[in-house]
């Protein structure tokens, strides 16, 4: 033993390698590094506590583990110190177990997660919206009118069904009342005893028409020329209506007659259609004629006397509106004139000058409009 105050010398052994947990340290290695300002005392503070101190015989650094994920700091600015790496057993048989941080087979997958976003469609404001989505008020909207529509077309049907009536069954009942009008409407409706004809007259004039005969109601016969009962025979005659008028001088004298048929509404509208077309109501030898009642200022109206005249086919109705006019004094008239003609403006025959076309035609719009009156149709003739 070395005297007491003489200090040993020193050993020449080695230093005794490091135990196996001191293998990865906490502490970073300094080797190589820049020594920390400060001297020893700073390098010892660096090391965390517990770590071996590293001695002056290690020539490499030692190896560090690397943090499986970063911590995330503490309110206080300063790193949450990372979890220290395991330590394998000591022993000769104890087996190696990889640290998982230094693994290739780490289970943290560092590939994105990639999703692909739901389409987009466009809205009635050309705003952007998912497609899919809701639905748009305006298809939800069209999809009530439609059920509601169904709804109401099938009630409108079963209704229908149900009172054993249709459309085409109602106006089959209006055009066969019309036919039965005959007997079951007052003559005073169908043949009113005063008229007002307001700007019927030439020149927009007003007229009154008074009633001064009714005929009798009874067939076709005799009441018509050949020719013209040749062109009404495929409608056929139920019952003729007449009744004549004068104005209010007393000067004119017209007949207004009603005929009604046996036809359905396609002959009618078949009768109406060449008349029409081939002109029939125009043709002086298919001029109707007149009532003449004994003592009355038509007395003397026949044949002769026929000065204007009207011939209408209606085509919702089994009916035949027809007029003739002429002068009270009985003169006759040699070149007769249908009232459309004699009415226009500029004509210059003399029924067109005397104003008997405005007679006929006045009158036969003005009874047809009572006969539609009494079967709730409009009327056709606006004058």
Request: proline share 13%; aromatic share 4%; with cysteine.
């Amino acid at each position: 033993m070395p005297p007491s105050g003489v200090a040993a010398p020193p050993s020449s052994a080695a230093a005794p390698p490091p135990s196996p947990s001191a293998r990865f340290p906490d502490a970073a290695p300094t080797v190589g590094r820049e020594a920390p300002r400060g001297g020893g005392a700073a390098q010892a503070s660096s090391r965390r506590p517990g770590a071996p101190a590293q001695t002056p015989t290690e020539t490499t650094a030692r190896l560090r583990p690397i943090p499986a994920a970063p911590e995330a700091e503490t309110a206080g600015g300063t790193d949450v110190p990372a979890p220290r790496a395991a330590v394998p057993p000591s022993g000769p048989a104890a087996p190696r177990t990889p640290d998982p941080a230094l693994s290739w087979s780490t289970p943290h997958d560092p590939r994105p997660l990639i999703s692909f976003g739901e389409p987009e469609g466009y809205d009635g404001l050309a705003r952007p919206r998912p497609l899919g989505g809701r639905p748009r008020p305006q298809a939800v909207a069209a999809a009530v009118c439609l059920v509601l529509g169904v709804g109401l077309l099938t009630g409108a049907v079963t209704g229908s069904w149900l009172a054993g009536d249709s459309g085409e069954d109602g106006a089959r009942s209006a055009y066969t009342e019309a036919g039965d009008l005959w007997h079951s409407v007052p003559v005073d409706q169908l043949f009113p005893p005063t008229l007002l004809g307001k700007g019927a007259g030439p020149g927009g004039a007003d007229r009154t028409w008074t009633r001064v005969a009714v005929a009798p109601d009874g067939d076709c016969a005799g009441a018509f020329d050949r020719l013209l009962a040749k062109a009404l025979d495929p409608v056929g005659c139920s019952r003729l209506l007449r009744a004549t008028y004068t104005d209010a001088t007393q000067s004119h004298v017209t007949t207004v007659g009603l005929l009604f048929t046996k036809a359905d509404a396609a002959a009618m509208t078949a009768l109406a259609d060449r008349f029409e077309k081939q002109g029939l109501g125009r043709r002086e030898d298919l001029m109707p004629l007149p009532y003449a009642a004994k003592d009355t200022v038509a007395a003397g109206f026949g044949a002769p006397q026929r000065a204007s005249w009207t011939v209408s086919v209606l085509t919702d109705a089994p009916v035949v509106v027809y007029a003739v006019s002429g002068w009270a004094d009985g003169r006759t008239v040699d070149e007769p004139e249908p009232a459309e003609e004699a009415i226009e403006s500029g004509a210059a025959s003399a029924p067109a000058q005397a104003g008997l076309g405005h007679e006929a035609k006045g009158l036969a719009d003005r009874v047809e409009r009572a006969l539609r009156k009494n079967i709730g149709t409009p009327t056709e003739h606006p004058s």
